[in-house]
């Protein structure tokens, strides 16, 4: 198994700019998520889903859309990128019932 | 939802153990302490948990109080990739599903 893959590992962004931050997993895990990690903060859940077709918002999912048509993608998108979403982004899945999530590499956002 | 009080951070020689200490004091009595890690530029990763017992696994031991108000994460003999951020995590429910909070977290560097 390839485990959780996230695409791209770094991106520069301008302001206003859009793009989508991609997050797949084979290992067939219902759960999955989006956290940002910022220097001296630790790790804040953006959106997660429970399910194929479900999503729903975490601490911080403003500026953020999820989609959640297959199990095994779950792609972030920002629409109009701002500074303040210049981040380390991971993705993490889990099996519904389990608490072991398994996170990918991190995708590195910068947006000038 | 629990809050999780760790120190900043922690040295240990390679080859001794580590005890990485974690306080809990408002834990509810269906709560899980997690422990993840994460070696730098690297996603998160699942260390072990526990509910009441003492539990071990190839990685670490977590040794909890009988008052669950704190805990330990024991390394037993600390290599320098050890060296990382160690998460202590209090489980808690999101809109009925599980998540994790993760917080700052203490740095753990193993020296020679």
């Known amino acids: 198994n390839a485990g959780v893959t996230q695409t791209p590992k770094f991106q520069v962004l301008k302001t206003g700019q859009s793009m989508t931050l991609q997050c797949a997993q084979d290992m067939n895990h219902e759960y999955m998520s989006w956290y940002r990690q910022d220097p001296g903060m630790g790790l804040r859940l953006i959106h997660y889903?429970?399910?194929?077709?479900?999503?729903d918002q975490g601490e911080v999912p403003n500026g953020y859309n999820v989609s959640r048509s297959t199990t095994e993608d779950f792609p972030l998108r920002l629409l109009s990128a701002a500074p303040s979403q210049t981040s380390v982004y991971f993705c993490a899945s889990k099996l519904t019932g389990s608490d072991t999530q398994y996170f990918g590499p991190g995708t590195r956002l910068t947006v000038l | 939802d629990a809050k999780t009080t760790q120190p900043t951070s922690m040295d240990c020689a390679e080859g001794r153990a580590a005890n990485l200490p974690c306080n809990h004091s408002?834990?509810?009595?269906?709560?899980?302490v997690y422990w993840y890690r994460q070696i730098h530029s690297q996603g998160p990763q699942y260390i072990i948990h526990?509910?009441?017992n003492n539990e071990t696994n190839e990685m670490a031991s977590l040794i909890i109080t009988e008052d669950r108000k704190s805990s330990t994460l024991i390394l037993p003999h600390a290599t320098l990739r050890d060296t990382a951020v160690y998460y202590c995590?209090?489980?808690?429910?999101?809109?009925?599903?599980?998540?994790?909070?993760f917080g700052k977290g203490t740095m753990l560097l193993v020296s020679p």
């Open positions: 995590i209090v489980r808690v429910v999101h809109s009925g599903y599980s998540t994790l909070t």
């Open positions: 889903s429970v399910g194929a077709g479900i999503t």
């Open positions: 408002t834990i509810s009595g269906n709560e899980y």
């Open positions: 526990g509910l009441k």
